[in-house]
């Protein structure tokens, strides 16, 4: 792990802040659904029994890690889903299991020698 962080000081930051904004289900149920395509506000806080400046909130969290994205369209905000943030998040998942994996073949081969 500490040599992933020295290896990608400039990706820390961002992967800390996507992690923390998926680890809400209302925001990875909006990223779900942004997943399909764009939708208007209304849209994306129709299936959710909270306030619209709450739900608001979620999308602001999702906006700044850089998951998605909005644009006005005359009076109605449309967001839709940026990809890099979770390819950084995916690149980043591969590297774990790939030393966890190898981690549990070293473990493997001691066991088997112990045998």
């Known amino acids: 792990m500490l ?3 020295r290896h990608m000081p400039n990706h820390s930051a961002q992967l800390n802040h996507v992690f923390y904004a998926l680890s809400d289900s209302t925001r990875r149920a909006v990223v779900q659904r942004l997943a399909k395509g764009q939708a208007p506000v209304s849209e994306l806080a129709k299936p959710f029994n909270m306030a ?5 909130q979620h999308l602001e969290v999702l906006e700044e890690c850089g ?10 905000r449309i967001f839709q889903l940026t990809p890099k943030p979770l390819q950084l998040m995916e690149s980043w998942l591969e590297k774990q ?7 549990l073949d070293q473990l493997d081969n001691v066991l088997y020698e112990l045998k």
């Open 3 to 5: 040599w992933l962080v």
């Open 52 to 56: 619209l400046p709450s739900f608001m």
């Open 67 to 76: 998951l998605v994205r909005s644009r006005k369209v005359g009076r109605v």
């Open 97 to 103: 299991q790939k030393m966890w994996n190898q981690r």
